[in-house]
């Protein structure tokens, strides 16, 4: 039967302020309450900040929201693909837009100083932003056929492309010096320490663009996922569904992914969840599974920060290790095992 989903909206408001603030607090460095509030009172006067209260604004509270939104996003990504492709499976990397960023900060890693690109904070990001594209592209032109986009095709192609940059990124680690393996295996695992208010900026306008070009077509959504024919029968364009949704996918997965690196798991399993909380209702879904996305990554990340501190965890680990469990239990309880 599911939980009302309107109680569900006000608790995961509540518990989405409670997981932001308790994630702010801890790290390697620990900021109680009032060091918050002063820095916070600080920026409103333009006061100068001690060494905790500039922690706070210029490294954590950066990355927990940066944390927050990523998960958002990739939750949002999960749930919109599951539906489109009505595969309980299906996650937003698999047409491969994580394993084409990947390889595109490889790329960067590797080759940036010889091919003279400009060294600035948002070099990396495009570069792995340009292979999210360059991958999604070619998946759609591959598998798309006079008659329209075929849907296995573009799993498929997915799967085959996916294989195909991870041993790009295989190789360029084998030609690579050790510095730059460990950041292509750091990044490829994911990371939120490059945290900063530019790219936390960056990835919460792409929610916010992606959650209203995505509202208006959840009702279409819904439909869809009763069947193709009957979606058809319903009045719903279905070929302009699929290219609208994979497009806002692409979009808002490969921004996300080209600041943080590849995060898997959350896109999997988080609308799984949140549809064994909230059963077969519809109302407020796709803000409560963001929402939902955004605690388990701030969680995630706090877990990353914490557990061997200071040094850090890549949060890939993190989301794997708890994610792989997860998803047996889910798959054992719907009785897909």
């Given at each position: 039967m599911g939980i009302n989903p309107r109680f569900i909206l006000f608790l995961f408001l509540l518990c989405s302020v409670f997981i932001i603030f308790f994630s702010a607090i801890f790290g390697a460095v620990s900021i109680d309450f009032s060091a918050m509030t002063n820095a916070l009172s600080k920026l409103v006067f333009k006061s100068e900040l001690n060494l905790t209260e500039r922690i706070f604004v210029e490294l954590r509270l950066p990355r927990v929201l940066l944390a927050f939104s990523t998960g958002a996003i990739l939750a949002l990504g999960g749930s919109i693909m599951q539906s489109l492709f009505r595969n309980p499976i299906v996650e937003p990397g698999l047409i491969g837009t994580s394993s084409g960023a990947a390889f595109g900060a490889a790329v960067f890693i590797v080759f940036g100083a010889s091919l003279n690109v400009q060294m600035t904070a948002f070099a990396l990001p495009v570069f792995a932003f340009l292979g999210a594209l360059l991958a999604s592209i070619l998946v759609f032109s591959f598998s798309y056929q006079k008659t329209g986009m075929n849907v296995l095709g573009i799993l498929l192609i997915g799967v085959a492309l996916n294989a195909l940059f991870i041993s790009g990124i295989g190789f360029l680690s084998y030609?690579?010096?050790?510095?730059?393996?460990?950041?292509?295996?750091?990044?490829?695992?994911?990371?939120?320490?490059?945290?900063?208010?530019?790219?936390?900026?960056?990835?919460?306008?792409?929610?916010?663009?992606?959650?209203?070009?995505?509202?208006?077509?959840?009702?279409?959504?819904?439909?869809?996922?009763?069947?193709?024919?009957?979606?058809?029968?319903?009045?719903?364009?279905?070929?302009?569904?699929?290219?609208?949704?994979?497009?806002?996918?692409?979009?808002?997965?490969?921004?996300?992914?080209?600041?943080?690196?590849?995060?898997?798991?959350v896109g999997l399993i988080i609308p799984h969840i949140y549809r064994f909380i909230a059963g077969s209702s519809t109302r407020f879904s796709l803000i409560n599974t963001a929402m939902l996305g955004g605690m388990f990554l701030c969680s995630a990340d706090l877990l990353a920060r914490v557990l061997f501190a200071p040094a850090e965890l890549p949060i890939g680990v993190v989301t794997s290790l708890v994610g792989v469990p997860v998803f047996i239990i889910l798959l054992k309880r719907t009785h897909v095992l």
């Amino acid at each position: 039967m599911g939980i009302n989903p309107r109680f569900i909206l006000f608790l995961f408001l509540l518990c989405s302020v409670f997981i932001i603030f308790f994630s702010a607090i801890f790290g390697a460095v620990s900021i109680d309450f009032s060091a918050m509030t002063n820095a916070l009172s600080k920026l409103v006067f333009k006061s100068e900040l001690n060494l905790t209260e500039r922690i706070f604004v210029e490294l954590r509270l950066p990355r927990v929201l940066l944390a927050f939104s990523t998960g958002a996003i990739l939750a949002l990504g999960g749930s919109i693909m599951q539906s489109l492709f009505r595969n309980p499976i299906v996650e937003p990397g698999l047409i491969g837009t994580s394993s084409g960023a990947a390889f595109g900060a490889a790329v960067f890693i590797v080759f940036g100083a010889s091919l003279n690109v400009q060294m600035t904070a948002f070099a990396l990001p495009v570069f792995a932003f340009l292979g999210a594209l360059l991958a999604s592209i070619l998946v759609f032109s591959f598998s798309y056929q006079k008659t329209g986009m075929n849907v296995l095709g573009i799993l498929l192609i997915g799967v085959a492309l996916n294989a195909l940059f991870i041993s790009g990124i295989g190789f360029l680690s084998y030609i690579s010096r050790d510095p730059q393996a460990r950041s292509i295996t750091f990044w490829s695992l994911g990371s939120l320490s490059g945290a900063n208010w530019q790219n936390t900026f960056v990835v919460w306008v792409t929610l916010a663009l992606s959650f209203a070009g995505l509202t208006p077509l959840n009702k279409q959504l819904q439909l869809f996922s009763l069947g193709e024919e009957n979606a058809l029968y319903l009045g719903v364009n279905v070929s302009q569904l699929r290219i609208k949704v994979m497009l806002i996918n692409v979009i808002m997965v490969s921004i996300a992914t080209a600041f943080v690196g590849v995060i898997s798991f959350v896109g999997l399993i988080i609308p799984h969840i949140y549809r064994f909380i909230a059963g077969s209702s519809t109302r407020f879904s796709l803000i409560n599974t963001a929402m939902l996305g955004g605690m388990f990554l701030c969680s995630a990340d706090l877990l990353a920060r914490v557990l061997f501190a200071p040094a850090e965890l890549p949060i890939g680990v993190v989301t794997s290790l708890v994610g792989v469990p997860v998803f047996i239990i889910l798959l054992k309880r719907t009785h897909v095992l």
